[in-house]
């Protein structure tokens, strides 16, 4: 848990906003996803385990997109510990059955976000399961295309630590 978690009031109304964007813009501790795990704020929990903990996200992108979160405090996907990754990953299993049982969607996107940069908004680790209906508002926010089979194979080569990444200097 965090340690301030304990702390923290319910967050309703205009300030939610503001309490979610709060990591991002102050060094002060506090974490909304302890804070639902303790009870402290308010959620719509649909699925828990003594591990983790499921619940209705409050920005969804489609009907019945939840997050998956682990019930002790890791920041991403880089501080999981291996079992607590995978009790998160049952736990999604479990939950993405559930959806697709009652919500009846055509598919569902399992997405992670690790850091700033890949926009990860609350610094607790937590799995979005989003339904999907076909023609939904959600999009892809990135385009593809083949990338260069060389570049392919060198980068495959420094993940398998064959070789090490180019520097400049």
């Not at 804070?35 to 619940?55: K, R």
């Not at 009652?102 to 976000?113: A, D, M």
Request: charged share 20%; aromatic share 6%; glycine share 4%.
């Amino acid at each position: 848990m965090c340690p301030t978690s304990t702390h923290l009031k319910r967050v309703n109304g205009p300030k939610l906003l503001a309490f979610f964007k709060a990591p991002l813009l102050s060094p002060v501790v506090h974490c909304l996803f302890c804070s639902i795990v303790d009870g402290s704020s308010a959620s719509n929990i649909v699925y828990e385990n003594d591990h983790c903990l499921a619940f209705m996200d409050i920005l969804p992108m489609t009907p019945g997109h939840c997050l998956v979160i682990p019930k002790i405090h890791v920041q991403d996907i880089f501080e999981l510990d291996d079992d607590t990754a995978a009790h998160v990953m049952q736990t999604c299993h479990s939950v993405a059955n559930i959806i697709r049982k009652r919500l009846e969607p055509l598919g569902i996107n399992l997405v992670n976000n690790n850091g700033a940069a890949a926009d990860q908004s609350q610094f607790h680790f937590h799995m979005h399961l989003i339904p999907r209906y076909g023609r939904d508002r959600l999009l892809h926010p990135w385009e593809r295309s083949y990338g260069n089979p060389d570049q392919i194979r060198s980068i495959a080569e420094i993940l398998r630590g064959e070789r090490e990444i180019p520097r400049s200097e």
